[in-house]
């Protein structure tokens, strides 16, 4: 398997847990029909990588030209319709699969914005786009201020994440190897936030001033 093969795998991977993830987020949060909950999945699953592929003109988008991703997001909405709402038990799998997605998009955005002759550092921000772009669009849908700028630590796993695979890639010239470490590194750091609520560096909002 090719290196090219490693990352579409991982692409698809993403595709579907954020189209789980974000349908079950979503349900939670308002309340959808059927159309709701396949249009909020499908944004989160490939919104990202729309917004990565207009930013940087490789159109038409891979998730529009090829009927895989959105066959693949659509399963996953599918699937959190069918789950409904979700047992309380089952939010720890929703978390796991965000970490998941969240990981897998930094690294494959990452890859293809280098396979299209970005800069390291401009390749490393079309990853964490790619990664956090889907739920922001998602949240602005449903009327909320996008989690990534308010709570947890998101955008900057999404960040490690995609240096390390462009780092490491361009060092090693083993992309393949390479996209699985910076996905497991970022998988690690989500996951290590939400398991001990660490929080990036925040101001609290100022109230109006007296007088």
Not at 16 to 44: E, K, P, Q, S, Y
Not at 109 to 122: D, I, T
Not at 168 to 179: D, I, R
Request: aromatic residues 4%; contains cysteine.
């Amino acid at each position: 398997m090719t290196g090219a093969h490693v990352v579409l795998a991982l692409d698809l991977l993403g595709t579907v847990t954020f189209a789980l993830n974000g349908a079950l987020t979503a349900t939670r949060r308002v309340r959808l029909d059927i159309v709701g909950v396949l249009a909020l999945g499908v944004v989160t699953a490939i919104g990202g990588g729309l917004v990565r592929d207009v930013l940087l003109g490789a159109t038409p988008p891979a998730a529009l030209e090829h009927w895989y991703y959105l066959a693949a997001a659509g399963a996953g909405a599918m699937a959190a319709w069918a789950i409904a709402r979700p047992p309380r038990a089952l939010h720890r799998v929703i978390v796991v699969l965000d970490a998941i997605g969240l990981s897998v998009f930094a690294v494959a955005g990452a890859h293809k914005a280098m396979e299209l002759g970005l800069q390291p550092v401009a390749a490393i921000i079309m990853g964490a786009i790619t990664a956090v772009g889907g739920g922001t669009l998602r949240d602005v849908l449903v009327g909320d201020v996008p989690s990534v700028l308010t709570s947890e630590l998101y955008a900057i796993p999404a960040l490690v994440g995609a240096a390390v695979a462009v780092v490491a890639g361009g060092v090693t010239h083993h992309t393949a190897p390479a996209a699985v470490v910076g996905a497991a590194l970022c998988f690690a750091i989500r996951l290590v936030g939400v398991r001990f609520d660490l929080h990036a560096p925040a101001r609290e909002p100022r109230g109006p001033r007296n007088g």
